[in-house]
């Protein structure tokens, strides 16, 4: 199954995402998968396929000022919550996407969270992946420290930030070849790692979880959290939490996986997501 890789602008705002379609066509919704940070859409390169195969179009656009969407100013991109809700709620409007399956992963999963708590007539069913989910979730210092002035302006401009970050989140070694990939848009200009810097500095994530902790508790539609236990920063517990508040949830703890899941083991996200998207519907 092949992926295709695309760009579009939406308002002025260049997004780079990737797209795998089934070969027949079907009734199923779309499936919607947003990554972390310092990650980009090319973390789900082995899920897109495996959803598509099952007659799911799927669709992972890099966020603007990661990978290959664009990295604006920040006078012009203000790099908050709400900059980025306002960008995919034009994105998935520019795509058509009226109802679909929303995958979220990671610190900037939060977002797409606020997003789906904004939007819930478009989200048929959530999985959540090793996100913050409730007041006891910290941002490692493995992270913050890229949005401390003089530090991570430095910090960020390092390419090899990428391999620390993605390598430490699960302790799996992660191939040279995609390695290549990540590095690539920090290697092209200083502009990814300004951008990375105003994330980082913009994440509140006490806010952001506090109103997800509120939000989730009157949520309806079924949810699926899909948890690397390795994860050295978001232990299960949290989820475990979280899963006992929210209506309708089911856990699924991956063993032997981390921070990253559909970077660590591809192929336990997949079963995950499947069984989860098959049994559900309709």
Same mark, same amino acid.
């Given at each position: 199954?092949? #992926?295709?890789?695309?760009?579009?602008? *939406?308002?002025?705002?260049?997004?780079?995402?990737?797209?795998? $379609? +089934?070969?027949?066509?079907?009734? !199923?919704?779309?499936?919607?998968?947003?990554?972390?940070? +310092?990650?980009?859409?090319?973390?789900?390169?082995?899920?897109?396929?495996?959803?598509?195969?099952?007659?799911?179009?799927?669709?992972?656009?890099?966020?603007?000022?990661?990978?290959?969407?664009?990295? +604006?100013?920040?006078?012009? =991109?203000?790099? #908050?919550? !709400?900059?980025?809700?306002?960008?995919?709620?034009?994105?998935?409007?520019?795509?058509?996407?009226?109802?679909?399956?929303? *995958?979220?992963?990671?610190?900037?999963? #939060?977002?797409?969270?606020?997003?789906?708590?904004?939007?819930? $007539?478009?989200?048929?069913?959530?999985?959540?992946?090793? *996100?913050?989910?409730?007041?006891?979730?910290?941002?490692?210092?493995?992270?913050?420290?890229?949005?401390?002035?003089?530090?991570?302006?430095?910090?960020?401009?390092?390419?090899?930030?990428?391999?620390?970050?993605?390598?430490?989140?699960?302790?799996?070694?992660? $191939?040279?070849?995609?390695?290549?990939?990540?590095?690539?848009?920090?290697? !092209?200009?200083?502009?990814?790692?300004?951008?990375?810097?105003?994330?980082?500095?913009?994440?509140?994530?006490?806010?952001?979880?506090?109103?997800?902790?509120?939000? =989730?508790?009157?949520?309806?539609? +079924?949810?699926?959290?899909?948890?690397?236990?390795?994860?050295?920063?978001?232990?299960?517990?949290?989820?475990?939490?979280?899963?006992?508040?929210?209506?309708?949830?089911?856990?699924?703890?991956?063993?032997?996986?981390?921070?990253?899941?559909?970077?660590?083991?591809?192929?336990?996200?997949?079963?995950?997501?499947?069984?989860?998207?098959?049994?559900?519907?309709?």
């Amino acid at each position: 199954m092949t #992926t295709k890789e695309e760009l579009i602008s *939406v308002n002025g705002l260049d997004w780079f995402y990737r797209e795998a $379609e +089934p070969i027949a066509a079907t009734d !199923k919704l779309p499936v919607v998968l947003l990554h972390d940070l +310092p990650s980009q859409s090319y973390s789900w390169r082995n899920v897109l396929p495996a959803l598509s195969e099952q007659g799911f179009r799927s669709i992972a656009p890099d966020w603007p000022g990661f990978g290959f969407s664009a990295k +604006p100013d920040r006078r012009d =991109f203000a790099y #908050t919550s !709400k900059a980025y809700m306002q960008a995919l709620a034009e994105f998935l409007q520019a795509l058509q996407l009226d109802r679909f399956h929303l *995958v979220v992963q990671g610190f900037l999963g #939060t977002i797409g969270l606020q997003y789906a708590l904004a939007h819930p $007539e478009q989200i048929d069913r959530l999985a959540i992946l090793n *996100v913050p989910l409730t007041s006891a979730a910290k941002l490692p210092w493995k992270v913050k420290q890229l949005g401390v002035p003089l530090m991570g302006d430095m910090m960020t401009q390092d390419p090899l930030l990428v391999d620390r970050t993605l390598e430490g989140g699960g302790g799996y070694r992660v $191939e040279d070849a995609d390695l290549d990939v990540y590095r690539r848009p920090f290697l !092209k200009s200083s502009d990814a790692g300004r951008s990375l810097f105003a994330v980082v500095q913009n994440l509140k994530l006490t806010q952001a979880t506090a109103e997800i902790e509120a939000g =989730f508790a009157n949520w309806q539609q +079924p949810i699926l959290l899909a948890w690397g236990i390795r994860d050295p920063w978001l232990p299960l517990e949290q989820a475990e939490t979280f899963a006992k508040r929210v209506p309708n949830t089911e856990i699924e703890s991956l063993e032997e996986v981390g921070h990253y899941p559909q970077e660590d083991w591809h192929e336990k996200v997949n079963a995950a997501l499947l069984s989860f998207l098959r049994r559900q519907a309709v």
